[in-house]
C-alpha cells in the first residue's frame, strides 16, 4: 500500500496535488512519499517483532540523506557497499553499531573508514578480503567484526542480473569452503568472528528461495558451535521483492513468520538488508511530456526524463508502471515513452496501452523510489533530476535539481591545450 492515489482525476502524493510540485519544482523530478517510507519500514521491522533483529536498510537502493535520517529515527541501520554510502550514513545520523559493510571489493581505505566509525560488522566475501581487513586492523590496533558472506548456491528465480547466491555468482564465500574459512578467520589475531552473512538477489517474489538458503545456513552455524566459534548474528541480506505490474511478493509478515520458524531454535540476533522493499514503491518519477510522434509502426511519447534517470526497463528490461498525473477519458493506445537520450535503449516503457498524452502533460513512472536515482547518471550531460519528499499536505526538495554548473565540476583543461 502507498501514497499515490487520485482524487477526481488527479494524482497526489499523501495530500500533496503531484502537479503542484512540477510546477514549483519543474520536471523530471523523483518524488517520496514521507506516509509511505515509515508504513513500509515499520511492516517490515514489525514481521520480526518477537525476535532480536536489526533492520540495516540497503543504502543503494535508495542512498538520500533524507531518507536515510528517516530511517535511522525509527531506529534502522544500515547496509553499505562502500566508503561513500558510509559517510551518506554517517551523514544522516545513522548508527555505526547498526552498519553492515558489504561488497566484494572493499578497498584499504574504506575499511579503514569503517574500523575507525565501529560499524557493527563487515560482510566477508573472499580469502584475500579477510587477510587483507586483518592487516589493516592489525595496523590500526583494532579488531574487525567479522561475518563471512556464505553463498548457498541457492536459485532466487529472479533477473539474471541480480541474482547473487548462485555459485557462478561473484558473491560470497562458497558454503563448502565455509567452514575451512570460519577456522581461518579464528586464526587471525585482528579479526573476531561474530555472524554469518547472506544475500541471495533481489526482487525475490517467493519464500521458498530464502528458506532454501537459510537451512543451509544454519546447518553451518550448528557445525561452527560445534567447533567452538559462537556466532551472534546471522544476517539474512535483502531481496523481498514488489509488485511493479502483476507480482504478488509475499508480505514481509508472511516471509519474516516462515523465517522466524526456520531461525528460533538458533537463538540469535537477526540482522536485515532490505532496500526495495520498503522504498520502491515509496517513490515516482515525475515527467513532462515533450512531444508525441507517430512512427511508421509505432506512436511514441516523448518525455523529459530519460534512461539516465531511470535505468531499470532499459538495463534489466524492467516493467515500470506509467500513469497520467490527469485523468482524461479518451480512448487508450498503444505507445512507447521514451527519453530524449541518443539510444534506442532509451525507454521507460514499451507497448503499452496508455491514454493519448499530449505535448506537456504530465506522466508518471511508478515504483521508482528504488534503484532509480541512485543508479541515475549524467549521460549524455543530463543533469540529475531533483528529489522531493511529501509530508502530510507539504513538500520539501531534498535534494536540487543539478545545474550545468555541477556537470563539469571538478573537469580541467589542462595548460597544454
Ligand atoms: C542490493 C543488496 C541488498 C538490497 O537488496 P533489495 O533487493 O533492494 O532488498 C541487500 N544486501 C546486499 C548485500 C545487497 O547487495
Partial sequence: MHHFSYKEDDLYCEDVEVKKISDEVGTPFFLYSHATLIRHFEAFDHAFAEVPHIVSYSVKANSNLAVLRLFSQLGGGADIVS????????????????????????????????????????????HQELERLNCVAGKMGKKARVALRV????????HPYISTGLKQNKFGIPVREALNEYHFAASLENIQIVGVDCHIGSQLTQVQPFIDALKKVKALILEL????????????????????????????????????????????????????????????????????????????????????????????????????????????????????????????????????????????????????????????????????????DSFEVIRDRETFKDLVNGERIPDFL
Fill in 83 to 126: 566508503g561513500g554510502e558510509l559517510f551518506r550514513a554517517i551523514k544522516a545520523g545513522v548508527d555505526p553499531g547498526k552498519i553492515v559493510y558489504s561488497g566484494v571489493g572493499k578497498r584499504e581505505d574504506e575499511m579503514e573508514y569503517a574500523l575507525k566509525e565501529d560499524i557493527l560488522m563487515f560482510n566477508v566475501e573472499s
Fill in 151 to 158: 553463498n548457498p548456491d541457492v536459485d532466487p528465480k529472479t
Fill in 225 to 392: 558451535r560445534e567447533e567452538g566459534i559462537d556466532i551472534k548474528y546471522l544476517d539474512l541480506g535483502g531481496g523481498l521483492g514488489i509488485t511493479y505490474d502483476e507480482e504478488a511478493p509475499p508480505h514481509p509478515t508472511e516471509y519474516g513468520k516462515a523465517i522466524i520458524e526456520e531461525a528460533k531454535e538458533l537463538d540469535l540476533t537477526l540482522v536485515f538488508e532490505p532496500g526495495r522493499v520498503i522504498v520502491g514503491n515509496a517513490g515516482i518519477l515525475v515527467s513532462k511530456v515533450l512531444y508525441t510522434k507517430r512512427g511508421e509502426e509505432k506512436n511514441f511519447i516523448i518525455a523529459d526524463a530519460a534512461m539516465n534517470d531511470l535505468a531499470r526497463p532499459s538495463l534489466y528490461g524492467s516493467y515500470q508502471k506509467v500513469v497520467p498525473v490527469r485523468k482524461n477519458k479518451e480512448p487508450m493506445i498503444v505507445s512507447d515513452v521514451v527519453g530524449p537520450i541518443c539510444e534506442s535503449g532509451d525507454f521507460l516503457a514499451k507497448d503499452r496501452e496508455l491514454p493519448p498524452f499530449k505535448q506537456g502533460d504530465l506522466l508518471a513512472v511508478m515504483s521508482a523510489g528504488a534503484y532509480g536515482f541512485t543508479m541515475s547518471s549524467n549521460y549524455n550531460s543530463r543533469v540529475r533530476a531533483a528529489e522531493v519528499m511529501v509530508k502530510g
